[in-house]
């Protein structure tokens, strides 16, 4: 069973403080990685994509990949109380579809 | 900017009953997607969409679920008997190209089934 897990939290982390989210994968053809964040009752918002091996920087979200651990990760800098969601990780190969982790929930304290 | 839209909001129905839910992909993509999530559970692919036809589904999509693109605008999912475990958030996604490789999400459709 192709999988994407994240620990589901909650992970609290004070303002101004570095959030890091972690997410592993089962299936090595994956290809391309994604970080959404869903607000409560919300749809997915695409926060970060990455493709290859090593670190992309997007503001004050960084997307780490580890294609040999088989391991994405997000970190957020300056954490803001607006930040608090549940962020998603998300895999995909090349059939398109994407395969969910069960999100892990942020709680960004004032 | 571009979005994909969904109507209803949210649709309650009773069991037994056929829903049909609404999306409007962004105007230029060509990849489709159905998604859903029951309270509390991870999002799960239902559906995927592409030159007028299905080309891939979830254990989930059985008999009961079909997906169409009647115009160049909608792409509609229809559930024919509903049945309360179908009770859930569905979103629709598109995507431009596949080598843009990027999906963009509606704000979803609550389905309560009663």
């Known amino acids: 069973q192709k999988e994407v897990e994240q620990n589901s939290g909650p992970l609290s982390v004070p303002e101004g403080a570095i959030a890091s989210l972690n997410c592993t994968y089962s299936?090595?053809?994956?290809?391309?990685f994604f970080w959404y964040r869903q607000y409560s009752g919300k749809s997915p918002e695409l926060i970060m994509s990455i493709y290859s091996n090593g670190d992309k920087e997007d503001g004050r979200f960084t997307a780490q990949l580890n294609k040999a651990s088989q391991y994405v990760s997000l970190l957020i800098r300056d954490s803001q109380p607006s930040d608090s969601a549940t962020y998603l990780c998300?895999?995909?190969?090349?059939?398109?579809?994407?395969?969910f982790g069960q999100g892990t929930e942020l709680s960004v304290k004032p | 900017e571009p979005e994909v839209t969904q109507t209803p909001s949210h649709q309650v129905t009773q069991m037994g009953q056929e829903v049909i839910l609404r999306c409007v992909p962004i105007?230029?993509?060509?990849?489709f997607y159905w998604y859903r999530q029951i309270l509390g559970q991870k999002v799960e692919f239902l559906v995927s969409f592409y030159n007028n036809e299905i080309s891939e589904k979830s254990e989930i999509f059985d008999d009961q679920f079909s997906v169409e693109r009647p115009d160049g605008s909608n792409f509609t999912l229809k559930i024919r008997s509903t049945k309360l475990e179908d009770s859930a958030m569905y979103f629709c996604?598109?995507?431009?190209?596949?080598?843009?490789?990027?999906?963009?999400f509606g704000p979803g459709t609550r389905l309560t089934v009663l």
């Open positions: 996604a598109s995507m431009g190209t596949r080598g843009e490789n990027t999906q963009y």
């Open positions: 105007s230029n993509h060509l990849y």
């Open positions: 998300a895999v995909t190969n090349q059939g398109g579809k994407l395969i």
């Open positions: 299936d090595r053809v994956s290809q391309s």
